[in-house]
């Protein structure tokens, strides 16, 4: 079967760090993406793994580790703006799988 | 900048009809999806084409059907609209084969009455 695990809510304050996690079981997995969506709009592309270990870009960091079947989004530096759901998504052989996403509230 | 349009931003049609949702890219992008997108569940996969002419089910085909007779063009068809239709629609493009990230559309706002 496919599972993917996120949080459905958390808050942190302007300025501060936020990791976001995900936990997914798949066959044939290939890869984990990360999305971000604000209220009413599409989502957008933030960053994806394929090998384990540390993407980097800019203020948004993604962790994978795929004997543990674990990711994280690591937010620094939050600013209101980033107030959003933060979808994660693995690439299952030949699609792309969704998590319900979490809501992240940025409080100044 | 991939720029993926969909038709109508939002869209009320009654119990019964025929509904056409049109979704059309600019980046030459092989692979087009659908997904609905509904509270508490996320995204979920309707269908996909990995080719003109071609399209495969995704998790939650039923009572839906696909048609790609051009590259840009990929609309999802509602033969026959129910309320349990009732969603946001998003299609996305890819490039190429494996580990492309999606580009979406903005979404399509549907109210089945």
């Known amino acids: 079967g496919q599972n993917i695990d996120q949080p459905t809510e958390m808050t942190a304050t302007e300025g501060a760090i936020v990791q976001i996690n995900c936990t997914y079981q798949t066959s044939g997995f290939n890869g984990l993406f990360w999305y971000q969506q604000h209220a009413g709009e599409a989502p957008t592309f933030l960053s994806y793994?394929?090998?384990?270990g540390l993407e980097e870009k800019g203020r948004f960091s993604s962790f994978l580790s795929r004997s543990k079947g674990y990711s994280y989004l690591l937010l620094k530096e939050l600013q209101m703006k980033d107030s959003a759901s933060y979808l994660c998504a693995a690439f299952n052989t030949d699609k792309l799988i969704f998590g319900t996403g979490t809501r992240l509230q940025v409080f100044p | 900048d991939v720029k993926v349009t969909q038709s109508s931003r939002y869209l009320v049609k009654r119990t019964g009809e025929k509904v056409f949702l049109e979704c059309v890219q600019d980046m030459d992008h092989e692979n087009m999806f659908w997904y609905r997108q509904d509270p508490g569940l996320g995204l979920r996969l309707i269908y996909f084409?990995?080719?003109?002419?071609?399209?495969e089910k995704g998790d939650i085909p039923e009572g839906y059907s696909v048609s790609r007779e051009k590259k840009e063009r990929f609309s999802l068809i509602l033969e026959s609209a129910s309320t349990n239709q009732t969603s946001m629609y998003l299609c996305a493009s890819s490039a190429g084969q494996g580990l492309s990230p999606l580009h979406f559309g903005n979404g399509t706002r549907l109210t089945v009455t």
């Open positions: 793994n394929v090998l384990d």
């Open positions: 084409s990995y080719d003109v002419k071609m399209k």
